[in-house]
C-alpha cells in the first residue's frame, strides 16, 4: 500500500509541475512541429545508469509490479517507481504528451497504446531501439508491427489483444448447426433458424460494441478489413471509398437496418454486450477476450456458463480480420538513464517475464510459444482461437494524427449506422476529413 500511495503522490507532483510548464509552451509556441524538427533527440545513444519511472496505465492484476520488485531486488542502484496515470485513456495520453513536450525526465520508460506509436514517434517522443533489443522473431509478428514506425522498432511489444467470437454453442446445436459461422451470410442463416427456437425467445442475432467511442473505430475497422478494405494504406493515405470499405460499413448499417443488432446495441461498448450475451440475450458476439472468465463464472452471475464457445470473427468470405490491440514499452529521449531504462525494457518485455506474468493476468503475451503451452491452455482455453485471430490482426489505422482520425471515422461511422447519413455519403466525409488529415 505504501508503494501504491508513492506512486500517486509523485504522478501528482508530477502533474502539477506538467500544468504549469504546458501553460508556459502555449505562451512561447512549443508544438509538436518543434519535436519533428529536431533530430537529436532520436540520435541519443543509449548511456546513463541509475534509478528511472515507468509509467503505465492501471495493472490491477499486480503483474506488473511483480516484475518491478524482482527487478528492483537486484538492481540496487537502478530501481524503477512505478508511476500510474488515469484509468482514460485520454487522460494517458495528454499527460505522456505534456511531459515529452516540455522535455521533462520525469517519465522515463512509457507504456504506449499500440494506436499511439506513430504520433510518438513521428515527435520524436520516444526513442528508435536498437535492432537487437527484443527478440522480435519469437513475437506474433501483428504485435512487431504495431511496435514499429517507418520500418523502425521504437516500442518492445509488452501484451495484446484481438477480437474473439463469442457464439451459443447450445442453441446452434439445438438448431442443427454443425459449426460455427465463418462468413456474416451465415451468421445472418444461422440466425434465422435459431431464433425460431422457443428457448431462443426474446433473444438478439448479434452485437459488437457501436456507441460513439474507440470501441467503434475498431468495429469499423475490422469490418472494413474483413470485407478486403483498409481504412488507410501504407503511407497512411486514406482508401474509405472503395467498394470494399463500402461493403463492410454496410455490414453494420444493414445489420440495424434489418433488425439482426438490437436497437440498444447501438449504446454498446465492451461492458454491455458483455452483460446482454451474459444474461441470455446475443446468440452471438464480438467482444476481447478478458471477458471470457465472467462469461464461464459457475457463481450463478452467468446465465451462458457451459453455453459457449469461440472462434474467430466473421467475414465476406471467410474468417473476418481482428483489430489489434494491447500495448509497448518505449523510452523517452529525455531520460538521463537511457541505458538502464534499456536493460529494464529487455527484462520487462522478456518471455520469462511474459510466463511469470500469466499467473496473475489474463493479458495476452507476445510471444507465440506461450499460446501452446499446456499449463496455459489449461487455464486459457480460448489461447489457441485468439492465436489464429492475432496472427490475421491489423492494426488501427498507423497515422501521426491519430486522435483526429478515430474521431473523424466515429462521427460519420455512427452518422451511417443511426441513419443520419447514407453509406456514400458517410465514406466520402470521412474520406475528406482524413486526406486532410494526412496532410497535416
Not at 475498431?218 to 470499405?245: I, Q, R
Given at each position: 500500500m505504501r508503494q501504491r500511495r508513492r506512486t500517486w503522490q509523485t504522478l501528482l507532483a508530477t502533474t502539477a509541475s506538467l500544468t504549469v510548464a504546458a501553460v508556459a509552451l502555449t505562451g512561447c509556441g512549443g508544438t509538436s512541429t518543434d519535436a519533428k524538427s529536431n533530430p537529436k533527440a532520436a540520435a541519443a545513444s543509449f548511456e546513463g545508469k541509475g534509478p528511472i519511472n515507468y509509467v503505465s496505465n492501471r495493472d490491477a492484476s499486480g503483474a506488473a509490479n511483480k516484475t518491478i520488485e524482482e527487478w528492483n531486488a537486484a538492481h540496487p542502484e537502478e530501481k524503477v517507481t512505478f508511476i500510474e496515470l488515469p484509468d482514460s485513456a485520454d487522460q494517458q495520453r495528454q499527460q505522456l504528451i505534456q511531459n515529452a513536450q516540455i522535455k521533462s525526465d520525469t517519465f522515463s520508460v512509457l507504456n504506449l497504446d499500440v494506436v499511439w506509436t506513430s504520433e510518438f514517434a513521428a515527435n520524436k517522443w520516444i526513442l528508435p531501439l536498437p535492432a537487437d533489443a527484443v527478440p522480435t522473431d519469437k513475437m506474433i509478428p501483428a504485435t512487431v508491427n504495431a511496435a514499429t514506425y517507418r520500418d523502425t522498432l521504437v516500442g518492445a511489444p509488452y501484451?495484446?489483444?484481438?477480437?474473439?467470437?463469442?457464439?451459443?454453442?447450445?442453441?446452434?446445436?439445438?438448431?442443427?448447426?454443425?459449426?460455427?459461422?465463418?462468413?456474416?451470410?451465415?451468421?445472418?442463416?444461422?440466425?434465422?433458424?435459431?431464433?425460431?427456437?422457443?428457448?431462443?425467445?426474446?433473444?438478439?442475432?448479434?452485437?459488437?460494441?457501436?456507441?460513439?467511442?474507440?470501441?467503434?473505430?475498431?468495429?469499423?475497422?475490422?469490418?472494413?478489413?474483413?470485407?478486403?478494405?483498409?481504412?488507410?494504406?501504407?503511407?497512411?493515405?486514406?482508401?474509405?471509398?472503395?467498394?470494399?470499405?463500402?461493403?463492410?460499413?454496410?455490414?453494420l448499417v444493414d445489420g440495424f437496418k434489418d433488425g439482426m443488432f438490437p436497437s440498444d446495441a447501438i449504446t454498446y461498448l465492451e461492458e454491455q454486450g458483455r452483460r446482454a450475451f451474459q444474461d441470455g440475450k446475443l446468440v452471438f458476439m464480438r467482444n476481447w477476450p478478458f471477458l471470457h472468465a465472467s462469461l464461464s463464472a459457475t457463481d450463478g452471475s452467468s446465465k451462458v456458463a457451459g453455453k459457449f464457445d469461440i472462434t474467430s470473427i466473421p467475414g465476406t468470405d471467410g474468417p473476418g480480420v481482428s483489430t489489434l490491440g494491447g500495448r509497448s514499452l518505449a523510452i523517452s529521449p529525455f531520460t538521463p538513464n537511457k541505458a538502464t531504462a534499456l536493460?529494464?525494457?529487455?527484462?520487462?518485455?522478456?518471455?520469462?517475464?511474459?510466463?511469470?506474468?500469466?499467473?496473475?493476468?489474463?493479458?495476452?503475451?507476445?510471444?507465440?510459444?506461450?499460446?501452446?503451452?499446456?499449463?496455459?491452455?489449461?487455464?486459457?482455453?480460448?489461447?489457441?482461437?485468439?492465436?489464429?485471430?492475432?496472427?490475421?490482426?491489423?492494426?488501427?489505422?498507423?497515422?501521426?494524427?491519430?486522435g483526429a482520425t478515430t474521431k473523424a471515422i466515429q462521427e460519420e461511422a455512427y452518422a451511417a449506422i443511426t441513419g443520419k447519413k447514407d453509406t456514400d455519403t458517410a465514406l466520402n466525409d470521412m474520406q475528406a476529413k482524413l486526406t486532410e488529415l494526412s496532410a497535416k
Open positions: 501484451y495484446t489483444d484481438g477480437a474473439l467470437f463469442y457464439f451459443r454453442s447450445d442453441l446452434l446445436k439445438a438448431a442443427g448447426i454443425a459449426a460455427p459461422p465463418k462468413t456474416w451470410d451465415e451468421m445472418k442463416t444461422a440466425c434465422k433458424a435459431i431464433l425460431a427456437l422457443p428457448e431462443a425467445a426474446g433473444m438478439s442475432c448479434y452485437a459488437g460494441q457501436f456507441d460513439k467511442n474507440e470501441a467503434l473505430t475498431v468495429n469499423f475497422s475490422e469490418a472494413v478489413a474483413s470485407a478486403g478494405g483498409t481504412v488507410v494504406d501504407s503511407d497512411g493515405k486514406p482508401t474509405v471509398t472503395t467498394p470494399e470499405a463500402k461493403a463492410g460499413l454496410n455490414l536493460e529494464f525494457v529487455k527484462f520487462f518485455t522478456s518471455e520469462e517475464q511474459a510466463q511469470k506474468r500469466l499467473a496473475l493476468s489474463s493479458r495476452a503475451p507476445v510471444y507465440a510459444s506461450l499460446f501452446a503451452d499446456p499449463a496455459v491452455v489449461a487455464k486459457r482455453p480460448f489461447f489457441p482461437t485468439l492465436l489464429t485471430s492475432l496472427n490475421n490482426a491489423q492494426p488501427r489505422p498507423k497515422v501521426v494524427q491519430y
